[in-house]
């Protein structure tokens, strides 16, 4: 029982050392599998935990442990192969192991930060940063005012409105103005926040008669960031309380922005006097990034997570992913779960497919229809590893006794293959399959025949398959 006490001081000591969130991907169930000679051997779930602790947390992992143990001079990680076994008490969760210690920590403060005001008079995420922003022409005029407006809040461009389509970075940009004002100057106060949670402000307000408490507040903030102003549309009584507001946060020299996706004057929703205040200071819009953009973006995010995308594959994203910034941040999302869970890195040929099952259109550019050399079929392995690349997942879970839904359909997929185009016999599929019956078998190529007929997606991708491997 000792070493899982020691195991979890251990742990304690490095949720103080890394970051929040590479504590979170890295760490996952850790166990102690001896102590000796003054070195810990740690165990963990797989050789993927394992290759990027020893890249990029061993240091780390000595150092807390050497905190916990002064006499350790070394750790080794090794795979536990009884890591995820219910009855073993030596194991860790680091992620439920994390939101406790979180939880425990919160439960002791005498004020938590979300209360108003707090002694920095920040309501903004620390980790967006205007240097963190990456401007293409569309959005310079956009940067430039916020800059501006960091350099004398309240004094120029006030107020700040700027408008644009979805997913434009347009939170990044907005939180990072207001994180440059709080580092320049130390006694404001800067609150962001959300059409929607100034309505659910408000209606708690009037409900506990307390609306003359709620104008105190925001009369004593010195930047005010309203993100989303679209959600006021229809609301009579907030839109006048925020008139007020805003006549008083204007009339003390004090900065307000505020973002919507469209113009002031295509504001009809707002009442006029309302959307007239809109309009008394500087109007910017953001543009939809070109190539260029969104391929730094890709860039600079992959970077971030020490994640390596090759260059001919982080092209092909840019020039397929067009409409806004938070798609291509959603896709590296996918990728890097991808290689996470299967250690495949990104190539072209899987990136492609990959878009497609995202519902991207078919007709991609640079799609590499010609150059992907088409596997002759020698025997169901052929089969059984092409639908394991399409889908992403492992071939041991295709062929195994998993019963969960994400290996249901490429099961299903392989069966109707080997039975349809390799004229397999369903006996011979089901000793593929863990030893199916013939019944089991017979039943999912005859359901994956009827979905075939109902859902074109579905056949899209098996058609994809099918082409990739000459069937």
């Known amino acids: 029982m000792e070493n899982i006490y020691t195991l979890k001081n251990i742990i304690t000591n490095l949720t103080k050392e890394i970051k929040k969130q590479d504590f979170l991907v890295y760490f996952r169930k850790i166990s102690i599998i001896e102590i000796k000679d003054n070195t810990i051997t740690f165990g963990v779930e797989s050789s993927f935990m394992k290759n990027n602790l020893e890249a990029k947390f061993t240091s780390h992992i000595l150092k807390a442990s050497q905190s916990e143990d002064s006499d350790i001079v070394g750790i080794t990680l090794e795979i536990d192969d009884n890591i995820d076994t219910p009855s073993n008490t030596q194991v860790v969760d680091c992620t439920k192991f994390y939101k406790e210690a979180t939880k425990t920590t919160k439960a002791t403060k005498k004020s938590p930060k979300t209360v108003w005001p707090n002694t920095k008079g920040r309501s903004v995420n620390e980790r967006y940063t205007l240097d963190k922003f990456i401007v293409w022409p569309d959005s310079q005029l956009a940067h430039s005012a916020c800059e501006a407006v960091t350099q004398n809040p309240g004094k120029s461009y006030n107020p700040l409105y700027i408008y644009w389509d979805v997913g434009l970075w347009k939170t990044h940009l907005l939180q990072a103005t207001g994180n440059k004002i709080l580092g320049k100057f130390k006694g404001k106060k800067v609150l962001y926040t959300t059409a929607d949670k100034f309505i659910t402000e408000?209606?708690?307000?009037?409900?506990?008669?307390?609306?003359?408490?709620?104008?105190?507040?925001?009369?004593?903030?010195?930047?005010?960031?309203?993100?989303?102003?679209?959600?006021?549309?229809?609301?009579?009584?907030?839109?006048?309380?925020?008139?007020?507001?805003?006549?008083?946060?204007?009339?003390?020299?004090?900065?307000?922005?505020?973002?919507?996706?469209?113009?002031?004057?295509?504001?009809?929703?707002?009442?006029?006097?309302?959307?007239?205040?809109?309009?008394?200071?500087?109007?910017?819009?953001?543009?939809?990034?070109?190539?260029?953009?969104?391929?730094?973006?890709?860039?600079?995010?992959?970077?971030?997570?020490?994640?390596?995308?090759?260059?001919?594959?982080?092209?092909?994203?840019?020039?397929?992913?067009?409409?806004?910034?938070?798609?291509?941040?959603?896709?590296?999302?996918?990728?890097?779960?991808?290689?996470?869970?299967?250690?495949?890195?990104?190539?072209?040929?899987?990136?492609?497919?990959?878009?497609?099952?995202?519902?991207?259109?078919?007709?991609?550019?640079?799609?590499?229809?010609?150059?992907?050399?088409?596997?002759?079929?020698?025997?169901?392995?052929?089969?059984?590893?092409?639908?394991?690349?399409?889908?992403?997942?492992?071939?041991?879970?295709?062929?195994?006794?998993?019963?969960?839904?994400?290996?249901?359909?490429?099961?299903?997929?392989?069966?109707?293959?080997?039975?349809?185009?390799?004229?397999?016999?369903?006996?011979?599929?089901?000793?593929?399959?863990?030893?199916?019956?013939?019944?089991?078998?017979?039943?999912?190529?005859?359901?994956?025949?009827k979905l075939l007929q109902s859902d074109q997606k579905l056949l899209h991708e098996v058609n994809i398959i099918k082409d990739g491997i000459g069937l």
């Open 202 to 449: 408000y209606v708690a307000a009037v409900k506990k008669r307390s609306v003359e408490r709620l104008r105190e507040k925001y009369r004593e903030i010195d930047v005010l960031i309203i993100d989303d102003v679209q959600f006021l549309a229809r609301k009579e009584q907030t839109q006048n309380e925020l008139y007020n507001i805003f006549n008083l946060l204007y009339d003390s020299s004090k900065q307000i922005i505020i973002s919507w996706d469209r113009a002031p004057k295509e504001l009809t929703e707002l009442e006029p006097r309302l959307r007239s205040r809109f309009e008394w200071g500087i109007t910017v819009d953001i543009g939809r990034p070109d190539f260029e953009t969104r391929l730094a973006i890709i860039q600079e995010k992959s970077r971030e997570r020490e994640f390596l995308i090759p260059q001919d594959v982080c092209e092909f994203i840019a020039a397929n992913v067009t409409e806004n910034v938070r798609e291509l941040e959603w896709v590296l999302n996918q990728l890097l779960a991808e290689y996470e869970l299967t250690g495949n890195t990104p190539s072209l040929a899987r990136v492609a497919a990959k878009l497609k099952q995202l519902s991207y259109t078919s007709d991609l550019l640079w799609a590499p229809k010609n150059t992907i050399n088409k596997v002759q079929i020698k025997s169901y392995e052929d089969i059984i590893d092409a639908v394991s690349a399409h889908f992403w997942i492992e071939k041991e879970g295709i062929l195994g006794p998993n019963r969960k839904k994400e290996f249901m359909i490429p099961r299903q997929v392989s069966m109707y293959l080997l039975k349809t185009k390799m004229n397999y016999t369903y006996q011979r599929i089901g000793n593929i399959f863990d030893g199916r019956n013939h019944a089991a078998v017979l039943y999912s190529c005859n359901k994956l025949g």
